[in-house]
């Protein structure tokens, strides 16, 4: 089948959570799941459709979600529960959300199960690390106090760092003769220990924080731990941010992998 005629894949996105709330003036005290915009477009970019995956009453129905879609993207958000790897919350703040955790842990399994590329996004790199056996640092700068600023409330999706991708990595062939980028940065957690099987492909090369991971062998798991669609906004209204990594190029490399997928036998 030619290029030109060739479906456009359907990409899961997982759902965040606005647990039932009696103070809410909407859809009071009602569970509401959604997902971002800027995901959704991210996903779409290249000409594919874009689906949100409910959490359902039952984890068996993701088995079907999983070899209906083609690839799942785990959005950003809350933190990830201490509990999911061992740990007791150091401070209320930090208790993440222990509902989304098992959901996405779930449907992170079925995707692989399937033999679907799963590719992670900021909360999603964590939770793919700790679903795999890694562990998280509830608070980078109470546990690294020596690191970066990497999440500036006032700055939100304006604060960027360097990254640099380690060579030898699939990254690194992604981004060939470009190992050397800068990314927005949004997160007060991140990977303390690497999951097992993981490769780190790419660091804040100021205080080696883990930027992007990937699974090693098997199923195609990787993670980033910025957020690729909020560059899409800021490329569009800022032509003075050339030194941003092209989020384009790790779209393709997860699409490749989908038709990959896709093409092979059920
Ligand atoms: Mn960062």
Same mark, same amino acid.
């Given at each position: 089948?030619?290029?030109?005629?060739?479906?456009?894949?359907?990409?899961?996105?997982?759902?965040?959570?606005?647990?039932?709330?009696?103070?809410?003036?909407?859809?009071?005290?009602?569970?509401?799941?959604?997902?971002?915009?800027?995901?959704?477009?991210?996903?779409?970019?290249?000409?594919?459709?874009?689906?949100?995956?409910?959490?359902?009453?039952?984890?068996?129905?993701?088995?079907?979600?999983?070899?209906?879609?083609?690839?799942?993207?785990?959005?950003?958000?809350?933190?990830?529960?201490?509990?999911?790897?061992? &740990?007791?919350?150091?401070?209320?703040?930090?208790?993440?959300?222990?509902?989304?955790?098992?959901?996405?842990?779930?449907?992170?399994?079925?995707?692989?199960?399937?033999?679907?590329?799963?590719?992670?996004?900021?909360?999603?790199?964590?939770? %793919?690390?700790?679903?795999?056996?890694?562990?998280?640092?509830?608070?980078?700068?109470?546990?690294?106090?020596?690191?970066?600023?990497?999440?500036?409330?006032?700055?939100?999706?304006?604060?960027?760092?360097?990254?640099?991708?380690?060579?030898?990595?699939?990254?690194?062939?992604?981004?060939?003769?470009?190992?050397?980028?800068?990314?927005?940065?949004?997160?007060?957690?991140?990977?303390?220990?690497?999951?097992?099987?993981?490769?780190?492909?790419?660091?804040?090369?100021?205080?080696?924080?883990? &930027?992007?991971?990937? %699974?090693?062998?098997?199923?195609?798991?990787?993670?980033?731990?910025?957020?690729?669609?909020?560059?899409?906004?800021?490329?569009?209204?800022?032509?003075?941010?050339?030194?941003?990594?092209?989020?384009?190029?790790?779209?393709?490399?997860?699409?490749?992998?989908?038709?990959?997928?896709?093409?092979?036998?059920?």
């Amino acid at each position: 089948m030619s290029a030109l005629h060739t479906p456009p894949l359907k990409l899961g996105v997982s759902a965040c959570f606005f647990h039932a709330d009696p103070a809410r003036p909407i859809f009071t005290g009602k569970t509401l799941q959604y997902i971002e915009q800027s995901v959704a477009h991210w996903a779409m970019s290249q000409g594919d459709l874009a689906v949100m995956i409910p959490a359902p009453a039952a984890d068996a129905r993701l088995a079907d979600y999983a070899q209906w879609l083609d690839g799942l993207v785990l959005m950003g958000g809350s933190d990830v529960w201490p509990g999911s790897y061992g &740990e007791q919350p150091m401070d209320p703040r930090w208790q993440g959300d222990r509902i989304r955790d098992a959901y996405e842990m779930a449907l992170a399994r079925a995707f692989v199960a399937a033999g679907k590329p799963v590719f992670g996004v900021c909360r999603g790199l964590q939770l %793919l690390n700790v679903a795999f056996g890694g562990t998280l640092l509830q608070d980078i700068p109470t546990q690294r106090p020596e690191a970066l600023a990497h999440r500036d409330a006032g700055l939100y999706d304006q604060l960027f760092h360097p990254v640099q991708i380690e060579p030898g990595t699939r990254l690194a062939q992604v981004y060939a003769g470009q190992l050397q980028s800068t990314v927005n940065s949004v997160h007060h957690q991140g990977i303390k220990d690497l999951a097992p099987g993981f490769v780190v492909e790419a660091r804040c090369p100021t205080d080696g924080m883990i &930027e992007a991971v990937r %699974l090693q062998t098997g199923p195609w798991v990787a993670a980033v731990q910025w957020h690729p669609e909020f560059h899409l906004t800021t490329q569009a209204s800022a032509a003075a941010r050339p030194d941003l990594i092209d989020d384009g190029l790790l779209l393709t490399d997860f699409r490749q992998a989908c038709h990959a997928a896709r093409a092979l036998p059920d």
